[in-house]
DNA sequence: AGTCGTAGCCTTTTT
DNA sequence: GGCTACGACT
């Protein structure tokens, strides 16, 4: 790890530097960005307007640094929000330097601290091999907790204890740092108090950490032992954070632990007092002559793009930057390069009406470009088929699939616009929601893993104790625990000598079984000697694991017809872990367990180009399409009702419709439904307040939302009143140029204003099992009326028909399911 | 021990 | 409207 520091005093400017390579590095770049890419100095802070060119402007400074020999790579540390953009930057320095890049650390504050943790994590009471908890299984700790202590009866439920928890964690505190400052005659806060403690025990115990541990963690190990944390910032010399806006307390203490100076005192003094400091919270002043400076840190962010408040990003951290590093650099891009104008006018005219901001103008020279289009629906549906809609008017324009982007505010939006694609019959991906790796076959796949690796990890071995069913109750699972109790033993061990435990015959047959599959594949996938396991070890451990367990044999003996999507799933997740084996020919369970617990929702989006993209507008960050639809753009909505009560809520939901539209690169859509369901109960939707703070002449209208706006007036009725359809003008080209049908008058009465929604659709589908269709066919919709059918395309289930609607204009169905008949 | 029914909750956003 | 947690029943 130490390498010769051979750095290369740089003289970079433009044009300084006799390399043709730098030269082409700098080419194409405005005067703010070559500033960012070669400025040199302690610290620089980069303010990157949305679509300013700040990840090229990140690369090409990486690439400079490599290619002026000013720095190893391994002496590079990028930070990153995602793991799909440090795979990103990642790429695209490669692209530059080629092979010079290898070393680099680019990684995410979370895989970043893993790796640092799995090295050191003997220094303070872990093993290597620690598991990482993610919510979903603190969650399940925590509920445990809040029953042994019984804690509901103040209030707490594992929902709130687990968010303070992990706010406080953020903040860098643990359970003594609180209870110090907190109201101990509280009985509330001093449960609250207990279970914390208690928490972060059992954390201990199983040899695991959650995810702020792992950032605070890092924190602690490097305050309680400086020697470890100079070994880091030795290595470190530059250090890059991509999303500054969007950092915590903790990750700042981290950047702020690796940018020290290393003192050049006796490095075997100083961590015997760090040690005592047990809570973690011991800052250690600066010795006086350094041996070498801090790290050159440069932080890449927009606060206006600022989105995470509620999971602990604290906004001070980019705007007293200055002050927190004195004689920051700091450079302004406000070119954006990414959309049309009239999209930018509107983005600057919302986020204009944050306060306490410093103004800041996105301009573009790609010129005003189309409109944006706005509609509101009748009910979700009904929007959704506008989306369905548009995106196949678009797509028969010639742009792709994989070009085009849904973003809504809340998960459960999807589940409408989901059901209208699939009727109609239009390739989607959906990023998040029911997570890949929640879901219960996995999980149970993953404890089975977890319970070889880290052992010491009781609630993966308790998890997987009677699944799949082997008779052990909870009457068993509690006598386990109490024989593991008093011999001073792990759950896990106490497995393994089943005669003992108290119970009956057959049961410790199972026990024994279990036990004896666990050791099977501890042998193949850890073992003792030191050879080398093939590569496919994982793959294999896992396949061993679920076929001796009877787990497969289990869901395939069952009649659910789910338990067969579950065998595919796991089926699935063997395909994961053999990929895992070919890109990690050397990597260990424990890294293929890392990688499975940091990906996230906007990691797993590797396009099989051709499909349109669904995702909530937060996993939206940092990506870009060429047309965009904003969905749901209501009050309650966004701004979301719980941000109402939260300081500083409403202007972070505006920064988020910010970011929201700002993703667009040529078109933008605005929609919305008057109507919307939702516990199945339908409440009337009144169109966001961000609607109002887009000039009007920037949106046009296809369907307002008229008199239910306070601010419609009459221009919004008379667009709404056209009939016959919306989104299709003419035949052919049902596409942007809308001709408006001349107003409607009178205003009619709330009992007939679904009149002016003639294509109200609802989300039922039907099943017509094999029906057969032929081009030339008559049929009818529920929603839709009357049509020819033009053409079908597809096989079996899939079988697509291409239907000309008498009124709604041209539209795809998927037979099978979609509410039609023949006629 | 396992299965089935229902009451209650839910929906902010995520590494 | 859907999921989960819990209780009664087999």
């Known amino acids: 790890m130490t390498e010769a520091p051979l750095i290369v005093p740089s003289s970079v400017g433009p044009g300084s530097s006799g390399s043709r390579g730098e030269d082409e590095l700098l080419a194409g770049l405005n005067p703010q960005q070559l500033a960012a890419v070669t400025y040199r100095g302690p610290a620089l802070l980069i303010v990157a307007g949305a679509g300013s060119g700040k ?62 943790l799995r090295r050191e994590a003997e220094q303070f009471g872990f093993t290597k091999s620690f598991t990482i908890y993610d919510s979903g299984d603190s969650r399940a700790l925590i509920k445990r907790l809040v029953k042994e202590h019984e804690a509901d009866a103040y209030g707490l439920t594992p929902a709130s204890v687990q968010s303070r928890i992990s706010k406080l964690k953020n903040e860098l505190q643990d359970s003594d740092s609180y209870a110090r400052d907190a109201n101990m005659s509280d009985p509330a806060e001093q449960k609250f108090v207990e279970i914390f403690a208690d928490y972060q025990r059992q954390l201990r115990k199983a040899n695991a950490f959650d995810f702020d541990d792992l950032i605070g963690q890092t924190v602690y190990l490097f305050r309680a032992f400086p020697k470890v944390a100079d070994t880091y910032r030795r290595r470190f010399r530059h250090i890059l954070v991509d999303e500054y806006q969007d950092t915590n307390h903790a990750q700042y203490a981290l950047i702020h632990e690796l940018t020290r100076p290393v003192s050049a005192d006796d490095p075997s003094t100083g961590s015997g007092s760090g040690f005592e400091a047990s809570n973690g919270m011991m800052i250690f002043e600066p010795e006086t002559t350094p041996e070498l400076e801090g790290a050159s840190l440069t932080v890449v962010g927009d606060s206006d793009q600022s989105i995470y408040a509620f999971r602990g990003a604290d906004i001070r951290n980019i705007s007293e930057f200055e002050r927190d590093f004195p004689g920051a650099k700091v450079v302004l891009l406000e070119q954006n390069y990414r959309s049309t104008q009239n999209i930018l006018s509107a983005a600057n005219a919302v986020i204009g009406n944050n306060f306490d901001r410093k103004d800041k103008k996105l301009w573009s020279d790609k010129g005003d470009g189309d409109k944006i289009v706005g509609f509101t629906g009748y009910s979700q549906h009904d929007e959704a088929q506008f989306v369905a809609d548009e995106v196949e008017a678009l797509r028969r324009a010639g742009m792709p699939y994989s070009e085009m982007a849904v973003f809504y505010r809340t998960n459960s939006q999807s589940r409408a616009l989901e059901e209208i694609f699939i009727r109609s019959a239009v390739p989607y991906k959906i990023m998040g929601g029911t997570k890949f790796y929640e879901r219960a076959e996995i999980k149970d796949a993953l404890a089975y893993l977890i319970a070889v690796a880290n052992p010491a990890d009781e609630m993966s071995v308790r998890r997987i104790l009677n699944k799949p069913r082997r008779g052990i109750g909870g009457v068993t699972e509690a006598s386990i625990a109490q024989f593991a109790e008093t011999h001073g033993i ?241 035949r052919g080209d049902d596409r942007f140029g809308v001709k408006k049908l001349p107003p409607r008058d009178s205003l009619k009465p709330l009992a007939t204003a679904m009149d002016r929604f003639p294509n109200k659709v609802t989300g039922k589908v039907r099943d017509n099992g094999d029906l057969e269709l032929a081009a030339g066919d008559r049929i009818r919709h529920d929603d839709f009326g009357e049509g020819r059918v033009d053409a079908v395309t597809g096989e079996g289930a899939k079988r697509i028909a291409h239907v000309r609607f008498d009124s709604a204009g041209l539209k795809k169905l998927l037979i099978k399911i979609a509410p039609i008949e023949k006629l």
Not at 98 to 114: K, L, Y
Not at 568 to 588: K, S, Y
Not at 689 to 709: H, K, T, Y
């Open 55 to 116: 990840t090229s402007v990140l690369t090409r400074r990486i690439a400079s640094l490599l290619r002026g020999r000013e720095a190893w790579p391994s002496q590079i540390l990028a930070i990153t929000f995602t793991n799909k953009a440090a795979g990103e930057m990642r790429e695209r320095v490669e692209q530059l330097v080629g092979e010079a890049s290898r070393g680099m650390w680019i990684s995410t504050f979370h895989s970043a601290c893993v790796r640092i």
């Open 490 to 730: 792990t759950f896990r061990d106490a497995l393994s000598v089943p005669a003992e435990l108290g119970v009956g015959p057959k049961i410790q047959a199972a026990i024994g079984h279990l036990d004896a599959v666990l050791k099977e594949a501890t042998a193949l996938m850890l073992p003792a000697s030191g050879e080398v396991p093939p590569p496919t070890v994982v793959a294999d451990g896992l396949s061993l694991l679920l076929a001796k367990s009877g787990y497969l044999d289990a869901l395939r003996a069952s009649r659910d017809p789910q338990d067969e999507a579950r065998v595919e799933n796991l089926d699935e997740f063997v395909a994961v872990a053999r990929d895992f084996a070919r890109n990690n020919p050397e990597g260990t369970i424990a890294d293929f367990l890392t990688e499975v617990a940091l990906v996230s929702d906007a990691d797993d989006l590797d396009d099989e180009s051709g499909s349109v993209s669904m995702m909530t507008m937060h996993t939206a960050k940092g990506l870009e399409y060429d047309a965009v639809f904003v969905t749901g753009v209501e009050e309650d909505l966004i701004p979301h009702r719980i941000s109402a009560g939260e300081p500083g809520g409403p202007q972070e939901e505006r920064r988020l419709f910010y970011v929201g539209i700002t993703r667009a690169r040529k078109r933008l859509h605005l929609s919305l439904a008057m109507t919307r369901a939702q516990f199945g109960e339908v409440s009337v939707a009144m169109p966001s307040r961000f609607l109002q703070e887009i000039p009007a002449a920037l949106v046009d209208w296809r369907q307002s939302p008229g008199d239910v706006n306070s601010r419609g007036g009459t221009q919004s009725r008379a667009l709404n009143a056209r009939r016959g359809g919306f989104g299709s003008g003419g």
